[in-house]
């Protein structure tokens, strides 16, 4: 199975939680990419569902042809369901309504960049790192 995790590479934010994910994914089961990048273009022709101006990360999972995708609070806990424990037990908030869940990653999604301000450009992986990073 291929996991994808999609995010804004302008974002201080994601650029922090991209940082935690690859220390905590020991396993090494997430592979990453820009939301401004080509992979992320050819996965939005695929998928029409997504709409325009969504502001979330998005989380492929790709097994036997077929592709799963997610985004706003059920990206978030399909990620740590990914995760060693005991980051996968956050998968447990599923539970909560996702109307709520979503509510509040949309409202810190918007005030992102106040608090974790903007980068002029994605970072470049180290060489270790290059390996888990698509275009």
Same mark, same amino acid.
Do not use: T, Y
């Given at each position: 199975m291929e996991r994808i995790v999609f995010y804004d590479g302008?974002?201080? =934010?994601?650029?922090v939680?991209? !940082?935690?994910l690859l220390a905590h994914d020991t396993d090494k089961k997430l592979r990453f990419a820009p939301l !401004?990048?080509?992979t992320a273009r050819a996965?939005?022709?695929?998928?029409p569902e997504i709409p325009e101006n969504l502001d979330s990360i998005l989380f492929l999972e790709?097994?036997?042809g077929s592709e799963k995708l997610t985004w706003h609070?059920? #990206?978030a806990f399909a990620i740590a369901s990914v995760l060693p424990s005991p980051w996968s037990w956050l998968?447990? =908030?599923?539970?909560?309504p996702r109307f709520f869940t979503d509510f509040c990653y949309q409202t810190f999604a918007r005030y992102r960049y106040y608090v974790w301000g903007r980068k002029e450009s994605c970072r470049i992986p180290s060489? #270790?790192?290059r390996m888990l990073f698509l275009p």
């Open positions: 302008l974002c201080g =934010f994601c650029d939680s991209i !940082q935690w !401004q990048g080509e996965m939005k022709n695929r998928h790709i097994s036997e609070s059920s #990206a998968r447990v =908030f599923r539970i909560l060489p #270790a790192e």
